[in-house]
Structures are given as C-alpha cells and as structure tokens.
C-alpha cells in the first residue's frame, strides 16, 4: 500500500475530527500531501468506520493512483491550495483540514471576515476571511477559497465551514481548533453585548511574534 503512513495520519485526523466536534457524519475532509501524490479522505464514508486502507491516494492531477474508494468532492479546492497557495513564511504547504465546525460556521454567515476578537486571530494571519459562497465540490467554490487565503492559512467559507493548511497534519489541524474557538468567543461575546477587538497593529503585532514561538 502506498503512502502508508500518510493514509494512516489522514485516517486519524479524520476520526479526531468527529471526536472534537469539527465534523457530523461524513462532513469534512482532510488531505496529506507526500511529493506529487495526495492522500486524501473518500467521499460518503462514517468516519468512525475508516480505515488506512479507505484513504485515496491521488495524483496533484486529481487522477487516483491507489484505492478502491472515489476520494472526496472537494478534493478539487484540496488540489488547488497545493498548486496555489503560497505559506506566508515560505514553509511548505503539505497538509489541509477542512471542517464544518458549529460556530466558525455560524459566523461565516454574518460576516466577511473574523473579527479580532482574540490574538490567537494571528495563526491564521492579520485576519481570516470569508470565502464567497460557491457550492460543494466546485471549481468556482475553489477560487473563492483561493482568494481568500491570499496571504492567510485559513479561511472560512460562507454557509459552509473553515478550511486551514500547514506544514503536516498537526499545524493544519491546530489552525481549524483555533479558528473554532475564535469564532465561538466572538459569538459568546456579541451574544452579552458589543465585544471589544484588537487593533490591527496588535494582530499584526502578534503575527510578528508567533514567528518565534515555541521550542524552535
């Protein structure tokens, strides 16, 4: 079996996200890039069932090379950020969550973008946009991700859910958690009142120090 390590990464993140409250059922999904093959999560398939073996495998051409089962709908926004999208600080992008957490979701029908309410805003960038809407599985919904994601790791998507990237599955994964519990805060907050937001000097303040942060 091929890429079986990273078959058998996205097969844990995938059930992870069911355990945290990110996904229901078969929503979501999560890739892992390997060179010029993807692994990626099949469409229609309980997470909790899922096995290495389920994963896909995939060519940056969208061509399955491994795998008895259709990989997911979305995996042409997947394939896109891999062509596509530039990391801010030039690390490599290997790795993408996309979710249908409750309250990133929630906001992404109010507004066009994450309000500051926290700093932990800045591990997606100086702000998280709000992708225009475009349905499921689409090149036009891959364009709108796209552009949001310009200069960002994140984005949400209108009506729809969060997609985050990153150096391997852990960094791309800690993104989506972040963005959740953002975006519940801000609604916690705007629920009680009119909550105060950062600056845009202090979330580009911050963006500047998480560059040296941790063991690194």
Request: glycine share 10%.
């Amino acid at each position: 079996m091929i890429l079986e390590t990273e078959r058998a990464a996205v097969c844990a993140y995938a059930r992870r996200m069911v355990g945290d409250g990110l996904v229901v059922g078969t929503s979501g999904n999560v890739s892992l890039r390997a060179g010029d093959l993807v692994a990626v999560t099949p469409t229609g398939v309980a997470y909790s069932s899922l096995t290495p073996g389920d994963i896909a495998v995939v060519d940056l051409g969208g061509q399955v090379v491994d795998g008895s089962l259709k990989p997911t709908s979305e995996l042409p926004m997947h394939l896109s950020v891999y062509w596509d999208v530039r990391d801010p600080d030039g690390e490599p992008v290997t790795a993408v969550v996309h979710t249908h957490s409750p309250h990133a979701t929630a906001v992404s029908t109010l507004v066009r973008e994450v309000p500051p309410i926290h700093y932990i805003i800045a591990t997606v960038g100086p702000s998280v946009r709000v992708a225009r809407y475009a349905t499921y599985g689409t090149p036009e919904l891959a364009a709108a991700v796209l552009e949001a994601l310009e200069g960002r790791r994140g984005c949400l998507m209108a009506n729809h859910g969060t997609l985050t990237y990153g150096d391997g599955l852990e960094a791309a994964y800690h993104r989506a958690q972040q963005l959740e519990w953002a975006c519940r805060v801000w609604l916690l907050a705007q629920s009680a009142g009119r909550p105060s937001l950062l600056p845009p000097p202090e979330v580009a303040n911050v963006v500047e120090r998480l560059r040296g942060y941790g063991q690194g």
